[in-house]
């Protein structure tokens, strides 16, 4: 095992938790463990939970770009690392930690949409930011995304660099843009797919060949820099897109049976984005006894099992609800996301995370996902604007707000100071009636 570094020191300081950087909270330290492009072994799984109930007060959280972390970390901070990169959670080197920051599909490799395959790829944009040393320089938050085509992706997370497969013919494209989201439709050009690894380099290189020591994101970069003069400076020849490129929307829900090139996948969820370690061993059970054994995470804070046997299917959902885990996109809490909330965090003016119970009593039909608590301006545990979000104001009180293209930021406030059950009755009208 490769020497740990003092618990109290981390490779570099910032603000995000890390593998090594414990982060403190008001609830504890928070451990963030980034996972290759969402992936989870189910012998890790199990180990995840270990080092929940061992080293901090059990609770694990799935983040918005399909990570893991545990939150109520006590003092055993180095016995809790150590247990960690025992079992392949961690980069090579401590300093290529912060910057993995690679979103894939859940279904990647999996989905019958998918124009491209992304993993092998994937492999090599990951190895590129762990064993580049100048890379390591970038943001904790820095982050890129590669899309390949699939029915099941987040299109609307903003990324500082994100790519997008395209077909022309027989040949396969990758498009890009920066500071954005492939669904924004905002690309700049594209490379022939052999060049990905090649442009994801060259814009890599152009940012920090540019960006002050205050411009840690690309859109904090743009917004001083042409993008222009920022394409021109790459080393590497970018082609026009095709005209009226856009990418098409991501129709499938990322809840319940979902469909693979050969088998099924099934997506559940964590209430709120929190599983006990019984959910996530009961999770890499089904993955190890009926799956291919792994788990993907996923940008809705949820957890993927592929290539189920179809004969097992009923047993799995059966076995993993009875967890607490959310198989069906029509379960009333599978509706709400929230953020960490006053139990755990100064920030929050509201205890959003039992808020989000008592609101979800009150909600009948409706998509995954589609309101969001929020215990300050932050929005943290939010992937993008959700179409109604409810930020707090005062312990138990929110406004409530509700998604326009043409409001900049949550959208348009549509009623003030609500309890959770007032918001609940106003969001289980049709949504006509909401625009009244």
């Given at each position: 095992?490769?020497?740990?570094?003092?618990?109290?020191?981390?490779p570099r300081p910032?603000?995000?938790?890390?593998?090594?950087?414990?982060?403190?909270?008001?609830?504890?330290?928070?451990?963030?463990?980034?996972?290759?492009?969402?992936?989870?072994?189910?012998?890790?799984?199990?180990?995840?939970?270990?080092?929940?109930?061992?080293?901090?007060?059990?609770?694990?959280?799935?983040?918005?770009?399909?990570?893991?972390?545990?939150?109520?970390?006590?003092?055993?901070?180095?016995?809790l690392v150590a247990?960690?990169?025992?079992?392949?959670?961690?980069?090579?080197?401590?300093?290529?930690?912060?910057?993995?920051?690679?979103?894939?599909?859940?279904?990647?490799?999996?989905?019958?949409?998918?124009?491209?395959?992304?993993?092998?790829?994937?492999?090599?944009?990951?190895?590129?930011?762990?064993?580049?040393?100048?890379?390591?320089?970038?943001?904790?938050?820095?982050?890129?995304?590669?899309?390949?085509?699939?029915?099941?992706?987040?299109?609307?997370?903003?990324?500082?660099?994100?790519?997008?497969?395209?077909?022309?013919?027989?040949?396969?494209?990758?498009?890009?843009?920066?500071?954005?989201?492939?669904?924004?439709?905002?690309?700049?050009?594209?490379?022939?797919?052999?060049?990905?690894?090649?442009?994801?380099?060259?814009?890599?290189?152009r940012f920090l060949?540019?960006?002050?020591?205050?411009?840690?994101?690309?859109?904090?970069?743009?917004?001083?820099?042409?993008?222009?003069?920022?394409?021109?400076?790459?080393?590497?020849?970018?082609?026009?897109?095709?005209?009226?490129?856009?990418?098409?929307?991501?129709?499938?829900?990322?809840?319940?049976?979902?469909?693979?090139?050969?088998?099924?996948?099934?997506?559940?969820?964590?209430?709120?984005?929190?599983?006990?370690?019984?959910?996530?061993?009961?999770?890499?059970?089904?993955?190890?006894?009926?799956?291919?054994?792994?788990?993907?995470?996923?940008?809705?804070?949820?957890?993927?099992?592929?290539?189920?046997?179809?004969?097992?299917?009923?047993?799995?959902?059966?076995?993993?609800?009875?967890?607490?885990?959310?198989?069906?996109?029509?379960?009333?809490?599978?509706?709400?996301?929230?953020?960490?909330?006053?139990?755990?965090?100064?920030?929050?003016?509201?205890?959003?995370?039992?808020?989000?119970?008592?609101?979800?009593?009150?909600?009948?039909?409706?998509?995954?996902?589609?309101?969001?608590?929020?215990?300050?301006?932050?929005?943290?545990?939010?992937?993008?604007?959700?179409?109604?979000?409810?930020?707090?104001?005062?312990?138990?009180?929110?406004?409530?707000?509700?998604?326009?293209?043409?409001?900049?930021?949550?959208?348009?406030?549509?009623?003030?100071?609500?309890?959770?059950?007032?918001?609940?009755?106003?969001?289980?009208?049709?949504?006509?009636?909401?625009?009244?």
């Amino acid at each position: 095992m490769k020497p740990l570094p003092p618990s109290d020191i981390s490779p570099r300081p910032s603000a995000c938790p890390g593998l090594w950087r414990i982060v403190a909270a008001r609830d504890g330290g928070i451990c963030r463990i980034k996972l290759p492009g969402g992936l989870l072994l189910a012998d890790q799984a199990d180990a995840v939970a270990e080092a929940a109930e061992r080293f901090a007060g059990g609770v694990i959280e799935a983040t918005n770009r399909a990570n893991l972390q545990i939150r109520g970390i006590g003092a055993e901070q180095s016995g809790l690392v150590a247990h960690l990169l025992a079992a392949g959670l961690g980069p090579r080197e401590a300093a290529g930690d912060d910057v993995r920051n690679l979103m894939l599909s859940p279904l990647a490799g999996f989905d019958p949409a998918m124009l491209l395959d992304t993993r092998p790829l994937a492999g090599q944009i990951l190895d590129l930011l762990e064993s580049t040393p100048r890379f390591h320089a970038l943001s904790a938050k820095f982050a890129v995304q590669l899309d390949g085509g699939e029915g099941v992706a987040m299109l609307e997370h903003p990324h500082d660099l994100w790519l997008s497969a395209e077909q022309r013919g027989p040949e396969t494209w990758l498009v890009f843009g920066l500071a954005g989201c492939p669904a924004d439709g905002r690309a700049l050009g594209a490379v022939p797919l052999e060049q990905g690894l090649a442009l994801v380099r060259a814009v890599l290189e152009r940012f920090l060949d540019l960006a002050s020591p205050e411009q840690a994101r690309m859109r904090q970069l743009l917004a001083s820099c042409s993008v222009a003069h920022f394409l021109e400076g790459l080393a590497i020849r970018v082609s026009a897109i095709t005209p009226g490129w856009h990418r098409a929307a991501a129709g499938r829900p990322w809840l319940g049976v979902l469909p693979q090139r050969q088998g099924l996948a099934l997506g559940v969820a964590p209430p709120l984005g929190r599983l006990t370690p019984s959910m996530l061993r009961a999770a890499a059970r089904c993955a190890r006894q009926w799956g291919d054994g792994s788990l993907r995470l996923s940008p809705w804070q949820s957890l993927v099992l592929t290539s189920l046997d179809p004969a097992y299917l009923a047993q799995a959902q059966a076995d993993l609800a009875a967890t607490g885990l959310l198989c069906a996109p029509d379960h009333p809490l599978a509706q709400v996301t929230a953020c960490t909330g006053s139990s755990g965090c100064a920030k929050a003016q509201a205890d959003t995370k039992a808020d989000a119970i008592r609101l979800a009593a009150h909600l009948h039909s409706g998509a995954p996902g589609r309101v969001h608590l929020s215990g300050c301006l932050r929005s943290c545990a939010a992937a993008h604007i959700a179409p109604a979000t409810l930020l707090a104001r005062t312990p138990g009180r929110y406004d409530l707000y509700l998604r326009d293209a043409r409001t900049p930021g949550f959208g348009r406030l549509r009623a003030s100071d609500l309890t959770p059950e007032e918001a609940g009755a106003m969001l289980d009208l049709p949504t006509e009636h909401l625009d009244d």
